[in-house]
């Protein structure tokens, strides 16, 4: 999926990706250029599902969904590397002919349909079962495991701490079953996508995702930096990777700002705050 670029990351109505309208070999179709960033899966990919800007003078209406095959000339993918050991990547695009048949839908309605994947993407992205595995391994490591001497279960603040990670946990389900109940209702009576809900899922959720590694660090002391996979690390170093990888969560499809927004005005009918 390429959507961000190096000035539209939060903002996805901002992409600039030009997309001309040209006659090439008999078929009428689109040149593009542009640049598009954070495309985690493109080194692999057979397709790119491409935002791009038809229409330089409206922002929200004058941007396309297509379709491009990654393996024709002119497109150069470049790796880069995240804090929690991802490989993510930069596109360039240089006079690439698109044709007509690869457009996704109409013409400049692309943004709509990018926010309504959007709130699914929220949703499926981020699901709770990998974090109730991470909450799972705490608990059973608080458990088992001794400290100078004495079970780590029996000590008052961690019980504390663990009991509210256990009750957030319930929260960020109940919240992902919501997205699942309104998406399910708008499929079948035709409403809208679950947007606020989705939003209200990714912000909890991610955000206690990395709660929950923050205190996974805490609670197994100085051994939980360790690397993953060291056998002798508390968790076998679980905690240490989950440390770094759950604050790309609360960036990816949206960053928490991003959510907090779309909550206050779509939800709370405030104004946005950027």
């Known amino acids: 999926v390429g ?47 491409l935002g791009t800007r038809t229409n330089p003078d409206d922002k929200h209406n004058g941007i396309t969904l297509m379709l491009v095959p990654l393996d024709q000339p002119g497109i150069t993918i ?12 930069e596109v360039f695009i240089q006079d690439v002919f698109v044709p007509d048949e690869y457009v996704v839908g109409e013409v400049n309605k692309g943004f709509q349909y990018i926010s309504q994947a959007l709130d699914l993407e929220r949703f499926t992205m981020f699901t ?56 399910m209702k708008s499929e079948k009576d035709g409403g809208p996508p679950p947007t606020v809900a989705s939003s209200q899922y990714k912000l909890f959720a991610t955000e206690f995702s990395k709660r929950l590694a923050d205190a996974s660090m805490d609670i197994a002391g100085p051994g939980s930096q360790l690397r993953v996979h060291t056998e002798e690390a508390p968790m076998k170093g679980r905690a240490e990777s989950t440390y770094r990888y759950t604050v790309i969560d609360t960036i990816g499809g949206g960053t928490s700002e991003v959510q907090k927004n779309i909550i206050a005005r779509r939800g709370l009918g405030l104004p946005k705050s950027f």
């Open 128 to 183: 709770f079962t990998p974090i109730k595995q991470r909450l799972d391994l705490l608990c059973d490591y608080v458990r088992t495991t001794e400290v100078d001497g004495k079970p780590l279960r029996e000590d008052p603040v961690v019980r504390s701490r663990i009991a509210r990670l256990v009750t957030d946990a319930e929260v960020a389900r109940v919240l992902g079953l919501r997205v699942v109940a309104e998406s």
């Open 78 to 89: 470049r790796p880069i590397w995240t804090m929690g050991d991802e490989r993510t990547n």
């Open 3 to 49: 959507y961000s670029e190096p000035n539209a990351g939060s903002d996805a109505a901002s992409m600039r990706l030009k997309a001309e309208r040209v006659e090439r070999d008999g078929k009428k179709g689109w040149l593009l250029n542009g640049q598009k960033t954070w495309t985690t899966s493109a080194h692999f990919a057979e397709w790119y599902w």
